[in-house]
Every structure is written in structure tokens, then in C-alpha cells.
């Protein structure tokens, strides 16, 4: 069912909720339920919460990231109602309704919503970068069978000969190699080794046994730029 403007209404409902950056993109090669449409939502980190995790995640960055989480379930959630409301299908990938896999896994991961929603690409240490915002930015996603108008998706990166995150990275688990749509994760990126240096980081400096760093966010270019400016 076609809704005039349904593209545009939906982006200000999502910005209304705190989005930073909206894109649509086909998801028809990656699932089969008819809900073909997926919509990219990313928050950005605020920068002066960037530059305090030079060093690795403060308490500041902790009550951010999990503050950004809730403002983007409460965003896809609205605007999967809304879509609702104008006679289409949709379901909000919160939080809560993402299965992860014992590898760390997930069936869509909001990273390939936002590739195909030309929001950006994946960087050497496996996190989105924009060209807005670099990789501080927080993500969700919906999906739906609303004719979205969607966005050229990005297949290939755009990180160059850049090594900031290899040489950051305290687990070693960024391999230098450039991301392509067709690559498998684990061919440039050991989420393994990722893992267990963030919890180590974490509990040093927050004394929480979590998955937070933030050491690759602070030192990609496209981040440095956004919180210079």
C-alpha cells in the first residue's frame, strides 16, 4: 500500500526521537518475510564523551552507551508505529527482540541495515563508520514493507591505508584488511580477541565485566574530525 510521503514522514517521527542520521535501504537478497525494507537509525555519541575514552571507557561513556540503547528502542519503536498506523507492516529491532548467537551474531545486523541504507561502511575493526560522525555513533534498525525510497548501498570501504584502529586496538584483532559487502567478519576482524580485551578494559577501568572499549572509536579519523569540529 503506497502512502504519500510515508519516506518523509517516517524521517521526522525518527529524528523527533533523537536520530542523528536516516537511511532506507533494500534488504530483498537478505530476508524472505516480505518485510524488504530496512531503516537505518544512528545516534551519535555526544563528542565530549569521545574524547574522554582516549584511554578506554569511562563511566561517562557507559551511562551514554546505555542511554543512546533506550533512545533508539524508543525511536524504532515509534516508528514502526507509525508505519503501522498508515496501513503497512513493520517490526522495530530493539534491543530486546535481537538474538545473538554464541559467536556474537545476529541473524541482520543493524551494520549491513546501514551499509545498504548508505549511512556508511564497516571499518577495519568491524564497527560502522560515517563520514558524519566516523564510528561514535550508537545503531538500531526496523523493518518493513513500506515503499521506502531507498539509498545506493555501500560495498566497499572507505578506510584506505589508514592503520589507526590496528594500532589502537588492545586485543591485537584487527587484521588491516579493507571490508568488502561479500566479506565474512571473521575474515578481517577476530571478534574473540576484541571481546576479551574490552572486558579486561572494562573492568579495569569501570570494574564491570562488559564488552565496552572505545579505544578504535576515539582514533578513526572521520571521529577526530567530527569531535574537532
Known sequence: MKVPDIGQGLKNVLFQHGASLVGFGDLSNLVSDG???GV????????????SIEYGPTPEYYHEY???????????????????????EAKAMTCGSVV???DHR????????????????????????????GSAVRLSALVTNAPLACAKPIDESFCGSCTACAAACPGKAVSGKLWNKDMDREEFFHAADCRKAARMLAKEKLNKEITLCGKCVFVCPYTQKYIAE
Open 66 to 88: 546505555y542511554r543512546i540503547n533506550d533512545l533508539l528502542d524508543d525511536a524504532v519503536t515509534a516508528g514502526a508505529e507509525y508505519l503501522r498506523q498508515n496501513g503497512c
Open 40 to 51: 537505518s537509525v544512528a545516534i551519535a555519541v555526544p563528542a565530549a564523551v569521545i574524547r
Open 35 to 37: 518485510q524488504t525494507y
Open 100 to 102: 545473538e548467537s554464541d
Open 106 to 133: 545476529t541473524a541482520l545486523p543493524y551494520k549491513t541495515v546501514a551499509t545498504r541504507a548508505g549511512i556508511g561502511w564497516i571499518g577495519k575493526c568491524a564497527l560502522l563508520v560515517t563520514k558524519e560522525y
